[in-house]
């Protein structure tokens, strides 16, 4: 599958976890164009593909607090290898 299938398929992902006729999220992170496709109370997750067709997992939110209380996040990125290997998209 190429890169741009793979685009495809995560961005009709996102637009499904967004709704029919709402905005689809996304952002650039460190050269990948990422899609908003999950969310929980404390965590957003994402999925992406690079220039090179790369196709990414991410996810960031609340990981701990310091020791002054204040929330202290943190931000998971993984590789994978297709699109049959994205599996669960959530805390990894």
């Given at each position: 599958?190429?890169?741009?299938?793979?685009?495809?398929?995560?961005?009709?992902?996102?637009?499904?976890?967004?709704?029919?006729?709402?905005?689809?999220?996304?952002?650039?992170?460190?050269?990948?164009?990422?899609?908003?496709?999950?969310?929980?109370?404390?965590?957003?997750?994402?999925?992406?593909v690079?220039s090179?067709?790369?196709?990414?997992?991410?996810?960031?939110?609340e990981?701990?607090?310091?020791?002054?209380?204040?929330?202290?996040?943190?931000?998971?990125?993984?590789?994978?290898?297709?699109?049959?290997?994205?599996?669960?998209?959530?805390?990894?």
């Open positions: 599958m190429s890169n741009v299938d793979a685009l495809k398929v995560i961005q009709a992902y996102a637009q499904d976890y967004a709704g029919e006729g709402r905005e689809v999220i996304s952002f650039v992170e460190a050269g990948v164009t990422y899609f908003q496709v999950g969310h929980n109370a404390s965590h957003y997750f994402g999925l992406g690079d090179e067709g790369t196709i990414w997992k991410w996810s960031s939110g990981d701990s607090y310091d020791k002054d209380g204040s929330i202290v996040y943190k931000t998971d990125v993984y590789k994978v290898a297709s699109l049959a290997d994205i599996g669960y998209v959530g805390h990894y």
